[in-house]
């Protein structure tokens, strides 16, 4: 078996290396990373220096990467997304998620022993659950035993409601994947979810005020439109700003500057932020790939034994007691729901071959590591151009108004004072 200090990883999909960092901050090496977007490939190469950098997976042979033990990768998610909102989702046939299918055949080619996939939830959906029978069954027919888990980060230490879905596929050890994610504690179910986006927490410094947890950190422009009420905001008594990308970048578990690099003289101060938080905001949570990363270190040492699936479930309390059955546990056969049948994957589960346990996967660990984001926010009033203009916030109300909607306290005090200024002057 490797050696824990010297255990690599290949890094798919890249993007600014939120699994390279978490994975490094747990002692792993990377190898190769392969990122097309630019302004991303700029940040690997300043953090990596002495890793391979690919550009696009299309062009990958299986030849020109380097034996490692692990893989990761976060296939682009936009055709899986349900943000597409009414807009059809072309799944895995789209271009962008489709390209789940090279990376599957690189996978195919080198056999490497494990594989870490981070994606949206709408992966689960998919083409009535179909997109994702496909993934389970391309890495069974691969040879490698597929555990699943939605996670949140705001449980995580990255105070944001950020749930996506892990997966860990293990060559030839289903205990070793189902050890990846899950604990021999069960995870905790945390009650009144809904409080850490209304309680109200500010800044001694410059009275800036948020809410506890953030919403998820969505892939957005630097420029704002006014019609925006269901991003995180800071709210002063009548001034509200968008997070800054510093902030953003605590938020998401970096180190404040990793997305500051050189750029074109010809890019303005929007475009500059505008990539800095499409970028952070397509990333995957750093604290999370942390928590994975640290059961990796042992889990990846774990020697196959030979006991009953039911047996192997039983270790995992998340998966319940079978003998009372004190969790939704359900079955399927991947071979048995092929095309035209819709399948209502849960949260979480295993597939070992063509048997798939799936369950209510708790989305926070058996002890969940608590951070709040006013802990991240600046303490210095920022650059004018992250305030929002008094239009800005009479379309934000009048849309809230208009979809009877209800904002977080203070911020909607602010902005009404903001439009008050606007009316009386």
Not at 75 to 103: E, H, I, Y
Not at 363 to 381: G, H, M, Q, V
Request: glycine share 8%; charged share 25%; aromatic share 8%.
């Amino acid at each position: 078996m490797p050696n824990r200090k010297n255990i690599s990883f290949n890094s798919f999909f890249a993007g600014i290396g939120g699994f390279d960092l978490g994975l490094e901050n747990q002692g792993f090496k990377p190898i190769l990373q392969c990122e097309l977007n630019e302004f991303c490939r700029e940040i690997l190469k300043r953090q990596w220096p002495d890793a391979h950098l690919a550009s696009d997976i299309l062009s990958l042979n299986s030849a020109d990467i380097p034996n490692a033990d692990i893989w990761t990768g976060g296939f682009p998610c936009q055709d899986v997304s349900v943000a597409r909102g009414s807009k059809t989702r072309d799944g895995l046939k789209g271009k962008n998620s489709g390209l789940f299918f090279p990376f599957a055949e690189l996978i195919k080619s080198k056999q490497p022993k494990v594989i870490l996939i981070e994606n949206v939830l709408g992966l689960l959906s998919s083409h009535n659950g179909q997109d994702f029978r496909v993934i389970l069954e391309t890495l069974s027919n691969a040879g490698y035993s597929t555990a699943w888990r939605v996670m949140n980060s705001r449980y995580f230490g990255s105070p944001q409601s950020r749930p996506r879905v892990f997966i860990c596929a293990s060559r030839s050890n289903p205990e070793m994947a189902l050890a990846t994610l899950y604990e021999r504690i069960a995870g905790l179910k945390p009650k009144n979810q809904r409080k850490g986006f209304l309680a109200a927490h500010e800044c001694r410094t410059t009275g800036a005020i948020v809410a506890e947890t953030a919403y998820c950190l969505a892939a957005t422009s630097g420029r704002h439109t006014g019609t925006d009420w269901s991003r995180t905001y800071v709210s002063y008594e009548a001034a509200v700003r968008r997070l800054t990308p510093t902030e953003c970048e605590r938020l998401q578990g970096f180190p404040v500057g990793w997305t500051s690099v050189n750029c074109p003289q010809t890019l303005t101060e929007l475009d500059i932020d505008t990539k800095r938080y499409q970028a952070l905001g397509n990333a995957v949570a750093v604290p999370v790939i942390e928590w994975i990363g640290e059961r990796l270190k042992t889990s990846i040492n774990l020697r196959s034994k030979r006991i009953s699936n039911t047996n192997l479930l039983s270790k995992y309390p998340d998966f319940g007691d079978h003998s009372v059955r004190q969790t939704k546990l359900s079955q399927v056969h991947l071979s048995t729901f092929k095309n035209g049948h819709t399948l209502k994957w849960q949260s979480g589960g295993i597939c070992i071959g063509d048997e798939c346990w799936d369950i209510k996967a708790p989305e926070a660990p058996s002890n969940p590591i608590e951070k709040k984001l006013i802990d991240l926010i600046d303490n210095e009033y920022p650059d004018d151009r992250y305030f929002i203009s008094s239009n800005a916030a009479e379309g934000i109300l009048r849309r809230v108004h208009n979809q009877n909607r209800t904002l977080f306290a203070p911020m909607h005090s602010a902005l009404s004072r903001m439009v008050e200024k606007k009316d009386v002057a």
